[in-house]
T-cell receptor, first 110, second 110 residues
Framework: KNEVEQSPQNLTAQEGEFITINCSYSVGISALHWLQQHPGGGIVSLFMLSSGKKKHGRLIATINIQEKHSSLHITASHPRDSAVYICAVTGSDTGNQFYFGTGTSLTVIP | DAGITQSPRHKVTETGTPVTLRCHQTENHRYMYWYRQDPGHGLRLIHYSYGVKDTDKGEVSDGYSVSRSKTEDFLLTLESATSSQTSVYFC?????????FGSGTRLTVV
C-alpha cells in the first residue's frame, strides 16, 4: 500500500513543452512537498505547501486538499529540467515523518 | 547542502563486513533521518532520531542500527552487510516542516 502515488512514472517532453506531474495521497497531511533529484545527484526541496498554489520561476505547484491531489507544472521546459521529481507528504498524525512517492523521471529533449 | 554532510560518498564492501555511514549536521536540528533509495521503491525510512540517544525504527530497519551520541552526528551501521543492502543512503534533517537532504552515500556490497 502506497500512501503517495505519482503519475506518470516516466515522462519525455520536447524542449518548450508545458509539463504536468501529478500526485495523489491517501493520508491526512500537514504539508506536501515536491523534491527534485538530478541523475547521480542529491535531493533538493522545491516546494512545501499546505494549500493553494506556489510559484518559483517556471515551476508551479498546486494542491487540492479536498481531493487529496497535487500537481507540479513546468512551463517552457528545458533540458536542465531533466530529473526525477518526488512528491512527499508529512502525515498529520505522524510527527515529522514523511511518506514518499516513487518519483517521476522527466527527460526534456532539446 | 552546506548544513548537512554525509561520509563516505561511495563505498564498496564485502558481504559480512560491518559498515558505518556518518551524517553530520551544523544546524543543531533535533530530528535526523536515514533513508535508503532503491529503484521502484522510492525513499524508505530506516531509522530516525528525535534527540541525543533517542532513536526509533522505520519501515526497513532490519539489519541496521543507529547511534546518536551528539546532536550533530547520526551514525548508521550495517552490522553484517548483505547484497540486499546495496543502495543509495540519504541522511536528512527536519526543521520548520521542511527537509534538507545530504548528498547521499552509494554503498555496494559484493
Amino acid at each position: 500500500k502506497n500512501e503517495v502515488e505519482q503519475s506518470p512514472q516516466n515522462l519525455t517532453a520536447q524542449e518548450g513543452e508545458f509539463i504536468t506531474i501529478n500526485c495523489s495521497y491517501s493520508v491526512g497531511i500537514s504539508a506536501l512537498h515536491w523534491l527534485q533529484q538530478h541523475p547521480g545527484g542529491g535531493i533538493v526541496s522545491l516546494f512545501m505547501l499546505s494549500s493553494g498554489k506556489k510559484k518559483h520561476g517556471r515551476l508551479i505547484a498546486t494542491i487540492n486538499i479536498q481531493e487529496k491531489h497535487s500537481s507540479l507544472h513546468i512551463t517552457a521546459s528545458h533540458p536542465r529540467d531533466s530529473a526525477v521529481y518526488i512528491c512527499a507528504v508529512t502525515g498529520s498524525d505522524t510527527g515529522n515523518q514523511f511518506y514518499f512517492g516513487t518519483g517521476t523521471s522527466l527527460t526534456v529533449i532539446p | 547542502d552546506a548544513g548537512i554532510t554525509q561520509s563516505p560518498r561511495h563505498k564498496v564492501t564485502e558481504t559480512g563486513t560491518p559498515v558505518t555511514l556518518r551524517c553530520h549536521q551544523t544546524e543543531n536540528h533535533r530530528y535526523m533521518y536515514w533513508y535508503r533509495q532503491d529503484p521502484g521503491h522510492g525513499l524508505r525510512l530506516i531509522h530516525y532520531s528525535y534527540g541525543v540517544k533517542d532513536t526509533d525504527k522505520g519501515e526497513v530497519s532490519d539489519g541496521y542500527s543507529v547511534s546518536r551520541s551528539k546532536t550533530e552526528d547520526f551514525l548508521l551501521t550495517l552490522e553484517s552487510a548483505t547484497s540486499s543492502q546495496t543502495s543509495v543512503y540519504f541522511c536528512a534533517i527536519s526543521a520548520g516542516g521542511g527537509y534538507t537532504f545530504g548528498s547521499g552515500t552509494r554503498l555496494t556490497v559484493v
